[in-house]
């Protein structure tokens, strides 16, 4: 949401527009001072993304970087039916952004391959608005998947707890 707002400060048109206007990773400043410094804030905000879809783990499982497909048993045989799959999508920049490649340049300057999305003048700002409130659906999409299964695999413990408890009473 950070990201959305950065963009829609941006496409606010009292800002300075500097020579030119466009942006350049090397040299942000030449966008405008006041829109490279929304700019920078949107380049760290990448890099850090992209940083919590690398390290994020469980159980030496990396969770958010498009590795993560685990099978969890959650039954007494070794069907499908007793299995529940989680796959995660992949949150890196490349993934998240391939969508609006159009605003999405390499950032050289927080790490090497981070993708980060252009803010620099009123135009790209306008559309990035746009374009991450779709990447926010994705994001939401996901979690709303993640959350069922969590719910799923909540009930399937009480029902073994259930079904233990009912077995040992007898």
Known sequence: NRMVEL??????GTY?????GTYNADSPISAGTDRAALQKEMDHLCGEIDRIASTANFNG???LNGDADITLQIGE?????????VTITNFGTDNLFSSISN??????TVADGNLTIDISTQ?????AMEKLTDVIDIVSMERADLGAKQNRLEYTVNNLTTTSENISAA
Request: aromatic share 0%; hydrophobic share 25%; charged share 10%.
């Open 77 to 85: 045989t070794s069907g499908t039916m007793d299995q529940l799959n």
């Open 61 to 63: 499982n990396k969770l």
């Open 123 to 127: 135009t790209t700002a306008a559309s």
């Open 103 to 108: 605003l999405a340049t390499t950032n050289g």
């Open 7 to 12: 963009a829609g400060k941006s496409a606010n």
């Open 16 to 20: 300075d527009p500097g020579s030119g």
